[in-house]
């Protein structure tokens, strides 16, 4: 409980941190935040008339804690050039961005982990430079060029193999939810196999640790295969750091699909916010900035904690230490 206390402070603190940083980033910087809203050659009274409508007149403190207050009410503004609140501006962009990531992890973790077991299977230097190279090949990828290529392989129209859809995404959104999950397919794949070689790296290095540790040899001491020890404890002992992996790479594909979604033409998070920015809409981008910034975070904290009820080694090094002191 108490690592829980303290990993929900920290959790609070930080989000005031990164609240204070997004919010100096449009307000202290140099330019003035009108200005570059109303574009260039606009009237003084065009100008004037914005501050006084965003409120940029008033003293910094004032601002601060009104869009702060209205963070804490859960009212993340509202858009200047559509109306829309920025949160819903933002939940009908997420309604495309995490399914894309969701499916892209699941592909990625059917092909690096299988082939990161396999790699500490092989017996072979051959083999083992077979999947060393393949590691280091998927992951230089770059998502461009990787969505491209599938592009003209598997999509319709122009691929060799007219399967997926290439751009946007059904008008009708998840209400036609097996169009809307083809049209996904081809950006997950691009992403999933990057992130698929990232992790078949981490898999087998992870496992290629806990078998230098003896914990492999002892179960095949005990009766197991080889090939049953690294599944059945190697794997079992990999799986909290893998957990965190996974965790952390989730929230890290929130802004590594935004090439992704440009590339497909998918309305989704990463493609709103560079429209955004683009458009000049400011007071959007701070609150869009700050809610992304937010989901990292909380992030983080679900896999710490998932991590320590995962292994409970570190629970008891946390006794141990309190007991030593």
Same mark, same amino acid.
């Given at each position: 409980?108490?690592?829980?206390?303290?990993?929900?402070?920290?959790?609070?603190?930080?989000?005031?941190?990164?609240?204070?940083?997004?919010?100096?980033?449009?307000?202290?910087?140099?330019?003035? !935040?009108? @200005?570059?809203?109303?574009?260039?050659?606009?009237?003084?009274?065009?100008?004037?008339?914005?501050?006084?409508? $965003?409120? $940029?007149?008033?003293?910094?403190?004032?601002?601060? =804690?009104?869009?702060?207050?209205?963070?804490?009410?859960?009212?993340?503004?509202? @858009?200047? $050039?559509?109306? +829309?609140?920025?949160? /819903?501006? !933002?939940?009908?962009?997420?309604?495309?961005?995490?399914?894309?990531? !969701? #499916?892209?992890?699941?592909?990625?973790?059917?092909?690096?982990?299988?082939?990161?077991?396999?790699?500490?299977?092989? +017996?072979?230097?051959?083999?083992?430079?077979?999947?060393?190279?393949?590691?280091?090949?998927?992951?230089?990828?770059?998502?461009?060029?990787?969505?491209?290529?599938?592009?003209?392989?598997?999509?319709?129209?122009?691929?060799?193999?007219?399967?997926?859809?290439?751009?946007?995404?059904?008008?009708?959104?998840?209400?036609?939810?097996?169009?809307?999950?083809? /049209?996904?397919?081809?950006?997950?794949?691009?992403?999933?196999?990057?992130? %698929?070689?990232?992790?078949?790296?981490?898999?087998?290095? /992870?496992?290629?640790?806990?078998?230098?540790?003896?914990?492999?040899?002892?179960?095949?001491?005990?009766?197991?295969?080889?090939?049953?020890? =690294?599944?059945?404890?190697?794997?079992?002992?990999?799986?909290?750091?893998?957990?965190? =992996?996974?965790?952390?790479?989730?929230?890290? &594909?929130?802004?590594? =699909? &935004?090439?992704?979604?440009?590339?497909?033409?998918?309305?989704?998070?990463?493609?709103?916010? !560079?429209?955004?920015? %683009?458009? +000049?809409? $400011?007071?959007?981008?701070?609150?869009?900035?700050?809610? #992304?910034?937010?989901?990292?975070?909380?992030?983080?904290?679900?896999?710490?904690?998932?991590?320590?009820?995962?292994?409970?080694?570190?629970?008891?090094?946390?006794?141990?230490?309190?007991?030593?002191?």
């Amino acid at each position: 409980m108490r690592f829980v206390i303290h990993r929900l402070a920290l959790f609070v603190a930080a989000l005031f941190g990164v609240s204070v940083v997004v919010f100096a980033a449009l307000r202290i910087l140099p330019g003035d !935040v009108a @200005s570059v809203m109303a574009g260039l050659n606009s009237p003084a009274s065009r100008v004037e008339a914005l501050r006084e409508q $965003l409120g $940029l007149n008033r003293p910094l403190i004032i601002q601060y =804690v009104d869009w702060a207050g209205g963070l804490l009410r859960g009212d993340f503004g509202t @858009s200047i $050039l559509t109306g +829309r609140s920025v949160t /819903s501006l !933002v939940a009908g962009r997420a309604a495309i961005t995490f399914p894309l990531i !969701v #499916l892209g992890l699941l592909i990625a973790c059917l092909i690096g982990i299988p082939l990161g077991v396999a790699a500490t299977l092989a +017996r072979s230097s051959a083999a083992r430079a077979a999947f060393h190279i393949v590691g280091l090949i998927g992951g230089a990828i770059p998502a461009l060029w990787g969505g491209l290529l599938l592009i003209l392989l598997f999509s319709r129209g122009t691929g060799l193999i007219g399967l997926f859809p290439s751009q946007g995404f059904p008008m009708d959104g998840w209400g036609a939810p097996g169009e809307a999950l083809w /049209s996904l397919v081809l950006p997950a794949l691009s992403v999933g196999i990057i992130v %698929g070689a990232s992790l078949m790296r981490y898999t087998r290095s /992870s496992l290629g640790d806990i078998a230098a540790s003896g914990h492999i040899d002892m179960a095949m001491a005990c009766g197991m295969m080889r090939r049953q020890a =690294v599944i059945r404890v190697g794997l079992r002992l990999a799986t909290p750091q893998l957990v965190s =992996v996974i965790g952390l790479t989730f929230a890290e &594909m929130i802004t590594g =699909v &935004m090439v992704i979604e440009n590339l497909f033409a998918l309305p989704g998070i990463g493609s709103g916010l !560079v429209t955004d920015v %683009g458009n +000049r809409d $400011l007071i959007a981008v701070q609150s869009e900035l700050f809610m #992304l910034a937010s989901f990292f975070l909380a992030v983080g904290l679900i896999v710490d904690l998932l991590h320590r009820a995962l292994d409970p080694r570190l629970a008891s090094a946390d006794i141990v230490a309190e007991v030593v002191a």
